[in-house]
């Protein structure tokens, strides 16, 4: 029966958190290779970021216990106070920059080639923060992936060199805190720049009236 | 009678920038739709059937002119507003399905029922009975790229009922299928029209169409040219077919 065609226009659209967080997990799925592109992106830039700034926490705490005389790290000796040089930041600096731009192109490629389909979501009653979120849950889900997986070869990288430094003394001293916390933020970082390269393209395409989101060709 | 006229479009003007030059897709469009009714819009390409479908289906604002949905002047309508009016109260067919790629017929079918608030086990119920109503019971775990171009119609058929619209607005649905999957469609739009008293709205230069239609309107250059009744699209195709 054709409803309520007497009522009037109402406001109440909804897309509930768990539906949106399951069809960006399945869309992400889907399209698993293209995916793991995009993640191999933000993995590589942070598992340089946790190589050096992990690899420096290391090398300081060992330096506190040993004196710094008897220890030459892998990657610099100009290091400051701090342990790590600015070689080391400028590198890390470049990398994230390098993962960016990567991830700003992988998600601009992302979101126009589903131009077709953000605007039938749209003809289907999807509001614009609709779209937006799914592209950024997605974006957030792959920054998550790609950090976590980039931390850990970071640190993984980082304690086998190390190690090749300072033998089985690093395990004693090793500084847990510090790595975790550097972990954290690299997570968090990761995370934050893939949501950051998402937003402009997806708010663009979210803000398009879907006739003409369905009329782009790509 | 007022509350019949489910459509009213009143000097509807679409500008479209091209550079430095302004294209008139339409030109000052006036048309009432009754509720229940079986409508064909008729032209070649570029005579502005597919910006007029845009223009009624709240896809598209118009440069100039007022469009009146049961009443309501789309104008004046916030974001909320058009998506609910999107969702709940249109239902739209493509020439290209525009299904989503990485859902299930069955997801695809249910994507408009989340957004109005159903829960899980009603969508997937109605769902279920939606693609056995167009016939296609037996997929409703495929995805499209496993279903033929007829199947992928029926499930954007099925999804355009998917929260019982009083229209369905159809852009040359059976412009990408074969000759007799196309009658297919255009039967199954037709039972469903009568069945559910919903008004389709079908922008198309398919002439299988008429046989179905209550009035065809005819459009060219941005203008409607004519409107005829069945009976009188009737005599036409019998004088069509007499030469």
């Known amino acids: ?218 | 009678m007022a509350s019949d006229i489910v459509i009213k479009t009143e000097g509807v003007v679409k500008e479209y920038r091209m550079g430095n030059n302004i294209l008139q897709a339409l030109k000052g469009i006036d048309l009432e739709i009754g509720r229940g009714e079986y409508i064909s819009i008729m032209g070649p390409s570029g005579s502005g059937k597919s910006t007029i479908f845009n223009m009624i289906g709240a896809l598209d604002r118009p440069t100039r002119g007022t469009i009146l949905i049961d009443g309501q002047d789309m104008a004046k309508l916030d974001t909320f507003e058009v998506a609910w009016l999107r969702c709940n109260k249109i239902g739209y067919i493509f020439q290209s399905f525009n299904l989503i790629t990485v859902m299930t017929a069955l997801e695809n079918v249910t994507l408009p029922m989340i957004f109005a608030g159903l829960s899980e086990k009603d969508r997937n119920k109605k769902g279920t009975e939606l693609l056995e109503r167009v016939g296609l019971g037996g997929r409703i775990d495929h995805k499209p790229d496993e279903l033929s171009g007829g199947q992928m119609q029926r499930v954007a058929i099925a999804r355009a009922f998917a929260n019982d619209p009083s229209i369905i607005l159809a852009d040359e649905p059976t412009a990408n299928l074969d000759l007799v999957t196309g009658r297919e469609i255009i039967g199954l739009l037709k039972v469903l029209n009568e069945q559910q008293n919903v008004t389709v709205i079908s922008a198309t230069h398919d002439l299988k169409m008429l046989d179905v239609s209550d009035r065809v309107v005819y459009i060219r250059d941005g203008l409607v040219e004519r409107i005829r009744n069945r009976d009188e699209i009737e005599i036409e195709i019998g004088t069509v077919g007499g030469h």
């Open chain 1, 1 to 218: 029966m054709a409803n309520d065609s007497q009522s009037g226009i109402r406001r109440q659209i909804q897309l509930p958190l768990s539906e949106a967080v399951r069809i960006s997990f399945q869309s992400l799925k889907i399209r698993f290779w293209r995916s793991l592109i995009t993640t191999a992106g933000i993995l590589l830039g942070i598992a340089f970021l946790v190589a050096v700034v992990a690899g420096a926490e290391i090398s300081r705490s060992l330096k506190e216990v040993k004196g710094t005389a008897e220890i030459q790290t892998f990657m610099d000796e100009e290091e400051d106070t701090e342990g790590v040089s600015a070689q080391q930041i400028w590198l890390v600096v470049m990398s994230l920059i390098v993962c960016v731009v990567g991830i700003a192109n992988s998600m601009l490629m992302a979101v126009t080639e589903r131009f077709r389909e953000i605007g039938t979501m749209k003809c289907l009653g999807a509001l614009d923060r609709f779209v937006v979120e799914l592209f950024l849950l997605e974006s957030g889900f792959q920054g998550l992936a790609g950090a976590l997986a980039g931390a850990l070869i970071g640190l993984i990288a980082t304690v086998l060199l190390n190690l090749k430094d300072y033998g089985l003394d690093l395990f004693w001293n090793f500084p847990l805190l510090r790595v975790l916390i550097v972990l954290f933020f690299a997570c968090l970082i990761g995370m934050i720049l893939a949501v950051l390269g998402a937003a402009g393209p997806a708010y663009r395409a979210a803000k398009l009236p879907p006739a003409e989101a369905m009329r782009v060709e790509v």
